[in-house]
Nanobody, 125 residues
Framework: QIQLQESGPGLVEPSQPLSLTCTVS??????????WSWIRQPPGKELEWIGY???????YYSPSLSSRTSISWDTSRNQFTLRLNSVTPEDTAVYYC?????????????????WGQGTQVTVSS
């Protein structure tokens, strides 16, 4: 059993970077099978998969966000971080971190895999 918890600012000004951290506790399993993912859900819309990082550091980003996105691990703290540059109001969403399997990535609901509770991020001046 593992637990994930997102943290970061609730309000970000347009054009600024957004940085969110996911702290992982429990049996994290250091092999590179699982996809440590970031997902968001804008108001009234479906889940959008932002990208993932493997334990070995390999990353994948959604093509629509790849130019503005980076995900990194701090394995000493069991944390992985999302950075999204040049945010706009369209980036307003609830942001989730999750651990999912390769099959679950991109299609899982919040009942599949392990998910954090989510954190609201609003982009506004």
């Amino acid at each position: 059993q593992i637990q994930l918890q997102e943290s970061g600012p609730g309000l970000v000004e347009p054009s600024q970077p957004l940085s969110l951290t996911c702290t992982v506790s429990g049996n994290t399993n250091s092999d590179s099978y699982y996809r440590w993912s970031w997902i968001r859900q804008p108001p009234g819309k479906e889940l959008e998969w932002i990208g993932y990082i493997l334990y070995n550091g390999r990353t994948y980003y959604s093509p629509s966000l790849s130019s503005r996105t980076s995900i990194s691990w701090d394995t000493s703290r069991n944390q992985f971080t999302l950075r999204l540059n040049s945010v706009t109001p369209e980036d307003t969403a609830v942001y989730y971190c999750a651990r999912v399997t390769p099959v679950q990535y991109g299609v899982a609901s919040r009942r599949e895999g392990y998910w954090g509770q989510g954190t609201q991020v609003t982009v506004s001046s």
